[in-house]
């Protein structure tokens, strides 16, 4: 492992990968500052290009980058206008802008740096030390465990995002999706009504960008002149410098935020919003003055910042183990391996070595690049935010996503898809429908179904050994647990809400924090 | 909409409009909910045509030990059990939002202020991917960030020409060179003859 790792630094200290990292840590950065694009569309926008130059090793390295960048991006919006760049920074307006609007706006980017960072190492320390073993774990799985394995991460999905049944409903949609096109093993066409371009099935990056960049732009467009007076309003920064009460209150934060961050960016679906919300509510719980939060405690800030930093790391495990994607980013990422033709899951350390320890040390490097080039150039950022007309960037990001949607295969039959899906997640997110389920679907479908088949082709059609071993009735245990939860859930709190719902349930309900 | 707040710099700034509109608000109190009931609807009709369209799989004519259409079979179980339940929540949010409580979804990131600007952007995005085939990219992105930006910014003609130009150009024959042909329509730049590269 400590060989690999080495390996892979060395690798990476080339001056074209440390280019690469140092563009996808801007880049990153750039487009969580900026309205209009998240990391699973700017990856997906990047996709061509670097499939263009054909080197994995720099496009990976540059996407990681862009992954840990967005999320520090976010922040900086988060605490100076009160706008979070990504969803995963909601939390963070709360205290964040409240500390900015009684002056401290250099110590809240400076608490959310810094907890970023430590949050991202830690996460990408443990994506080390775990990596190894639970390869090893890994290769005893056989179809019928990596099938049991993928319904539990789509229980998972459905059952803690939040809104289960729209939810099971945007994961089936994806699943239905990866449906569409020849059949693996007849070669049988499948939904494509004659349309060839559809035999390939569904292209991800053209579904990606519609779902995350068009739909986005949508919304841009229907809120464009309120977006343009909040970022011509941003606050001055003033310093900074953290007091030594700021380390002190931040340090439990930090720590105890990159834990939470890290178990959620592991299990499919939870991700960085999540866990920035449950750390918010941790730090609130353990805090003594819990009434100050909210009005720009600075506790408030540094958990969920290093929470959403430490998600992002969790992310990578089940990804580059298991070849399981665990967000619509990830979703994208594993996109990208098949692109290139890699092979996902626990052979990826075997037979890519190089490709996924130097990404590894990408990890590192662009958590400390992040922190030391950050923190100084916030400056720069916010005279970006005010400088880019925002009508400006919207028609930028269409034009961008248009041709680069139209260079995967050189046609337009993708843009148009692109665009459907964009129309398309515009009525889906305004009904609250959560669109990462689509994604994770229509990447994880094909494969749970090829899973699902070799498992049966392998016992002669005998259905029993998707329950054969004991880790596979384990898997599919919890998969039925979870899968049912969200409805033990709804009962034991409706049973315990009846007897007393007339004199108490009102106020009890009203009084409640959303966190 | 406040027309004395217009800015030089850009677009002309409103104010958001209340997302909670009063159930005695005519049309506009209804727009909302029915969304929500034509998205109800249309979710599970789509759940239908999905199991529709798998009933008529044709499977081949040599026995598999696991059928083509089974895997999309069990799919679209989920399918449809997404599309009831998510329906009865829609349905549920609609009739709260009709008493004047509107859904979480609807504020916020996903809040449209303002309609008519989402039709125009809508509309012009729509027109520039459609026509862009017949017209050529250069012409058709051009026209489209030259128009749109306008609509929002109509002070800023030049800037909004010179980066629509800049921008369809540069996007062209950066994907040249990368070996994309992208459609060349009324505007023909073969870059690729061109240049020794």
């Known amino acids: 492992m400590t060989e690999d790792l080495i390996n892979g630094f060395a690798t990476l200290f080339t001056p074209t990968y440390i280019l690469l990292s140092l563009l996808g840590v801007v880049l990153g950065t750039l487009i969580g500052v900026l309205p209009g694009l998240g990391p699973a569309a700017t990856i997906s926008l ?28 976010g922040s900086i919006t988060s605490i100076l206008i009160n706008t979070p760049g990504e969803t995963a920074s909601v939390i963070t307006t709360l205290d964040g802008y409240q500390m900015t609007k009684k002056g401290r706006a250099g110590a809240a980017l400076a608490t959310a740096a810094i907890g970023s960072f430590i949050a991202g190492t830690l996460a990408t320390v443990a994506l080390t030390m775990l990596a190894e073993p ?84 949508l919304f841009g467009f229907g809120q464009l002149r309120m977006m343009a007076s909040e970022a011509t309003h941003v606050a001055p ?112 350390f075997q037979e890519n070595s190089e ?49 680069g949607v139209y260079s995967i295969s050189n046609n337009v039959f993708n843009v148009f898809i692109m665009l459907a899906f964009g129309v398309c997640g515009f009525l889906l997110r305004r009904s609250s429908f959560p669109l990462a389920p689509i994604i994770l679907g229509l990447v994880l479908g094909p494969l749970i179904e090829m899973q699902f088949r070799q498992a049966l082709v392998i016992s002669g059609g005998d259905w029993s050994i998707l329950v054969a071993s004991g880790l596979a009735k384990s898997l599919l245990l919890a998969t039925v647990v979870l899968a049912l939860l969200p409805l033990v859930v709804r009962l034991v709190r409706s049973r315990k809400s009846a007897p007393s719902a007339v004199p108490v349930g009102a106020g009890a309900e009203g009084g409640k924090e959303e966190v | 909409m406040t027309h004395d707040q217009l800015v030089g710099d850009g677009p002309e700034v409103v104010e958001p409009e209340p997302n909670s509109l009063p159930a005695s608000d005519g049309r506009e109190s209804l727009a909302g909910p029915v969304s929500f009931w034509l998205m109800a609807l249309g979710v599970v009709l789509l759940s239908i045509g999905y199991l529709w369209q ?41 009739r709260r939002w009709r008493c004047g409580e509107a859904p979480e979804s609807t ?9 008519r ?52 150009l540069s996007t062209y024959a950066l994907f040249d060179y990368l070996g994309v042909r992208l459609p060349q329509g009324i505007v023909p730049l073969p870059l690729h003859e061109i240049l020794p590269y």
């Not at chain 1, 061509?48 to 994995?56: H, L, M, N, Q, S």
């Not at chain 1, 958990?303 to 967000?327: D, Y």
Request: net charge neutral; with cysteine.
């Open chain 2, 107 to 115: 504020r916020g990131e996903n809040q449209v202020t303002s309609p």
């Open chain 1, 237 to 348: 920064i003033g310093s900074l410098r953290m007091s030594k009460a700021d380390w002190k209150s931040s340090a439990g934060p930090w720590v105890r935020g990159s834990v939470l961050g890290f178990i959620a960016g592991v299990l499919p679906g939870v991700g960085a919003t999540i866990a920035s919300f449950v750390s918010y509510g941790v730090e609130k719980l353990l805090s003594k003055e819990p009434e100050t939060f909210g009005k720009g405690n600075i506790r408030g800030v540094a958990g969920p910042e290093a929470a959403n930093n430490g998600a992002m790391g969790g992310h990578m495990v089940p990804l580059l183990i298991l070849g399981i994607p665990s967000s619509a980013t990830t979703a994208v990422l594993l996109a990208a391996f098949q692109g290139y033709g890699i092979r996902t899951g626990p052979l990826l």
């Open chain 1, 355 to 403: 490709l996924v320890w130097t990404l590894i040390a990408s990890l590192y490097v662009g958590n400390l690049m992040l922190l030391v080039l950050n923190l100084p150039l916030v400056g720069i950022w916010v005279r970006l935010l005010r400088a880019v007309p925002v009508e400006l960037l919207f028609v930028g990001v269409v034009v961008v996503s248009v041709v």
């Open chain 2, 117 to 168: 600007d989402l039709a125009v952007g809508g509309t012009g995005m729509i027109g520039f991917i459609v026509l862009m085939p017949s017209l050529g990219y250069v012409f058709c992105a051009a026209a489209f960030v030259i128009c749109v930006a306008t609509y929002f910014a109509p002070k800023k003609v030049v800037r909004n020409v010179v980066v629509g130009v800049v921008l369809a």
């Open chain 1, 134 to 217: 639970l390869v090893g774990v890994a290769l005893k799985f056989g179809p019928a465990e990596y099938f049991a394995l993928m319904l539990m991460s789509l229980s998972i999905v459905v059952t803690l995002g939040g809104q289960p049944f729209k939810a099971l409903f945007s994961l089936s949609l994806g699943l239905a999706l990866g449906t569409i096109g020849a059949d693996f093993q007849t070669g049988q066409a499948r939904f494509t009504f004659g349309e060839p371009h559809l035999m390939d099935g569904i292209e991800v990056v053209a579904c990606a960008i519609g779902l995350f960049a068009i739909s986005e732009v």
């Open chain 2, 54 to 94: 798998v009933l008529t799989v044709p499977e081949p004519p040599r026995t598999l030990q696991v059928p083509v259409g089974a895997y999309p079979t069990l799919v679209a179980g989920f399918l449809i059990g997404g599309a009831v339940t998510s329906s009865v929540v829609l349905v549920r949010e609609a």
């Open chain 1, 46 to 73: 990047l996709l061509p290009i670097t499939f263009a130059t054909g080197d994995p090793i720099g496009a990976f390295v540059m996407f990681g980058g862009v992954f840990y960048g967005a999320m520090y991006g």
